[in-house]
C-alpha cells in the first residue's frame, strides 16, 4: 500500500496566500473608516472571523492563529514581539500592516 504524499505546494505554509486573504478581510472591514474606539472590538472580532473562516475554505490541514491589534494614528510608537518553535519546512508566519 502506498503512503500519501502530498503535493509540494501544499506541504508549506503559504505566507503570500495567507497575506492575501487576511489583507482581503482587513481591507473589506476598515476601508474608509475612521478610528472610533467604541467599533474596536466589533471589527476586531469581524477581521479575526472573517480571516479564519477563508484560511479554513483553504482545505489546508494547518492550525491557524490569527492576531489582531487596533491603534489610532496618533504618532505614538507600537512595537510587538513574538517568538514560535516550529518546523520551518511546513510551518511559516506573515505580518500585516
Known amino acids: 500500500m502506498e503512503e500519501y504524499q502530498p503535493h509540494h505546494e501544499?506541504?508549506?505554509?503559504?505566507?503570500?496566500e495567507a497575506y492575501d486573504i487576511v489583507k482581503e478581510c482587513v481591507d473589506a472591514i476598515l476601508s474608509g473608516m475612521d478610528y472610533n474606539q467604541?467599533?474596536?472590538?466589533?471589527?476586531?472580532?469581524?477581521?479575526?472571523?472573517?480571516?479564519?473562516?477563508?484560511l479554513v475554505k483553504l482545505g489546508k490541514m494547518y492550525k491557524?492563529?490569527?492576531?489582531?491589534a487596533v491603534m489610532q494614528k496618533s504618532g505614538s510608537g507600537l512595537h510587538i514581539d513574538s517568538?514560535?518553535?516550529w518546523d520551518t519546512t511546513s510551518d511559516g508566519t506573515c505580518t500585516i500592516r
Open 83 to 85: 517568538s514560535c518553535f
Open 10 to 16: 501544499d506541504i508549506g505554509f503559504n505566507a503570500d
Open 64 to 68: 491557524y492563529i490569527v492576531t489582531y
Open 38 to 54: 467604541n467599533r474596536v472590538n466589533q471589527w476586531t472580532a469581524a477581521i479575526v472571523e472573517q480571516s479564519l473562516t477563508h
